[in-house]
């Protein structure tokens, strides 16, 4: 069963960087099987899509708040999904959740809990 796990989150200065990632402890490789996106919900909100990223990792989708400042990717040896985050914006604070799906835009299949990121201006 697929158990996703993110890290990476913390508290971080306006104009700041981090660099989140989701990987599966419940069973080796599984990540690799599938597309995968990052999501995030700051409280009071509704969840939102960040960014997506194809099997291959060929095909990459952000979304326009973010745009030219996170890069989704994935690294097939080590079986885990990045999001890197630069030029923070306190707007950025939110719970960031990695997802994976058959295929970029369907229905996710496992969700991780989630990781806290808080940017102080």
């Known amino acids: 069963q697929v158990q996703l796990v993110e890290s990476g989150g913390g508290l971080v200065q306006d104009g700041g960087s981090l660099r989140l990632l989701c990987t599966d402890v419940?069973?080796?490789?599984?990540?690799?099987?599938?597309?995968a996106a990052w999501f995030r919900q700051a409280p009071g909100k509704e969840r939102e899509f960040v960014a997506s990223i194809n099997l291959s990792g060929s095909i990459k989708n952000h979304a326009e708040s973010v745009k030219g400042r996170f890069a989704i990717s994935r690294d097939i040896a080590k079986n885990t999904v990045y999001l890197q985050m630069d030029s923070l914006k306190p707007e950025d604070t939110a719970k960031y959740y990695c997802?994976?799906?058959?295929?970029?835009?369907?229905?996710?299949?496992?969700w991780g809990q989630g990781t806290q990121v808080t940017v102080s201006s």
């Open positions: 997802a994976l799906m058959e295929r970029v835009g369907s229905a996710p299949r496992a």
């Open positions: 419940g069973r080796t490789r599984s990540v690799n099987a599938y597309a």
